[in-house]
């Protein structure tokens, strides 16, 4: 017979309870249910599902403008926006006015954010809307969209109305490029992009560096649990503002564009770090084949504007502003890319908003679609079957 156990002696057993995994928990981010990669939003909560949660962190995101720019670089703006929002460090760069303008026409995060409490400059008590008069039965049940906790709430809401205010942009440190200040001074070490590419990747290098975004380095415990996400806007990288005089032995423009891109993202692979790049590709056309630009970038989307076309007059799509295309997505931890719902894509911009959406058509009425009855009873041939058809109609 065995000896009985004592009490008093604990029972060693080998289960083991399992715990949370350990995640990286950065502000304004939040894991990929799909390949568990960390995600930031893009300020547009609609582009965020159409890319499978977010754009993922390590990537390059790049966005083909329309031929005026303008809804590629609003979309620039809410990325930037959102950063904010977020408190992740910020890098512009232009050729064209100064960066300092773009930030100052970010739009402004709508009422009812936490942040806003702090904002001095804020709305006015007299500006805000009154609260809705509802019956006293309903006053118990809850919202149907209700305000969740910082911690689980992925992204905002802007209004294009307003701008934000400064003591919003000084609220995270912002660093600016601008391309006719930074090449004043002429050097170069290496032939293989041109002046103007080689200067602003140095200026990544050495943001990614001394921030402290490379995940190679060594950091405390105390400083990892202050990490943060840097987030690299270019503005029309790649239009006749960022082409250099060609010298002898140099690259031409597609190829030193194909250069830095390779080299961006295999830096941000290993870096807290995304990047959103718009480039007006319909300008790059005579000089190459734009394909092999899309296929150093993780994920791509192409912007078509109706403005100036056939499209903008055509009924069709008069609740449109244009077309969203989706021309890559990224591969990242998985075989697969994330699939949407539907790759008809449509966009709009209203007053204070800007939205994609599923590209619904009207349906179309036209004189086959509403024939009788009787055309379609009507018979082919001799049969019994026909003529008892012919003789009367059937009525389901």
């Not at 995994?21 to 995600?39: D, F, Q, W, Y």
């Not at 802007?158 to 391309?179: N, Q």
């Not at 041109?194 to 990614?208: D, F, G, T, W, Y």
């Not at 649990?225 to 503005?235: D, V």
Request: include cysteine; charge should be neutral; glycine fraction near 8%.
């Amino acid at each position: 017979m065995a000896a009985p156990i004592s009490a008093n002696k604990a029972v060693k057993t080998s289960f083991q309870r399992r715990g949370k995994p350990k995640t990286c928990e950065i502000a304004g981010t939040r894991p990929s249910l799909h390949n568990n990669v960390l995600l930031v939003s893009s300020g547009v909560p609609s582009f965020d599902f159409v890319l499978g949660g977010g754009i993922a962190v390590g990537s390059v995101l790049l966005v083909e403008e329309d031929s005026f720019g303008h809804y590629a670089h609003l979309m620039l703006r809410y990325f930037l926006a959102e950063g904010i929002m977020g408190g992740h460090e910020l890098f512009l760069a232009n050729a064209d006015h100064n960066p300092d303008k773009t930030l100052k026409m970010l739009p402004y995060p709508v009422e009812g954010d936490k942040v806003l409490a702090g904002d001095s400059k804020g709305p006015s008590p007299d500006t805000t809307e009154q609260p809705m008069k509802i019956a006293w039965r309903y006053e118990s049940l809850p919202k149907v969209q209700g305000n969740t906790s910082t911690s689980h709430k992925f992204g905002h809401s802007f209004d294009l109305s307003r701008t934000v205010t400064p003591d919003l942009l000084s609220r995270v440190k912002r660093t600016t490029f601008h391309l006719p200040e930074e090449m004043r001074e002429s050097t170069q070490d290496h032939f293989y992009l041109c002046p103007s590419h080689q200067r602003l990747l140095r200026r990544i290098e050495a943001q990614v560096r001394d921030g402290g975004f490379h995940l190679k380095d060594g950091v405390q415990p105390k400083q990892a649990a202050n990490r943060t996400i840097l987030r690299i806007a270019l503005q029309s990288f790649g239009s006749p503002l960022w082409w250099d005089e060609p010298s002898p032995g140099g690259p031409d423009v597609i190829t030193s564009l194909c250069r830095f891109l390779h080299a961006l993202r295999a830096l941000l692979r290993n870096s807290l770090a995304v990047a959103m790049v718009t480039m007006p590709v319909h300008l790059l056309q005579e000089f190459g084949d734009v394909l092999m630009l899309e296929r150093l970038c993780d994920s791509v989307v192409h912007v078509e504007s109706f403005a100036g076309s056939d499209k903008e007059t055509n009924p069709i799509f008069e609740d449109y502003h244009g077309l969203l295309h989706i021309k890559q997505l990224p591969r990242l931890n998985s075989l697969t890319a994330h699939a949407p719902d539907s790759t008809d894509l449509g966009f709009r911009v209203k007053k204070k908003k800007f939205t994609i959406e599923k590209l619904h058509l009207p349906p179309e009425f036209s004189d086959s679609a509403s024939r009788p009855q009787e055309d379609s009873l009507a018979p082919s041939g001799g049969s019994g079957c026909s003529s008892i058809l012919q003789k009367r109609n059937l009525d389901f």
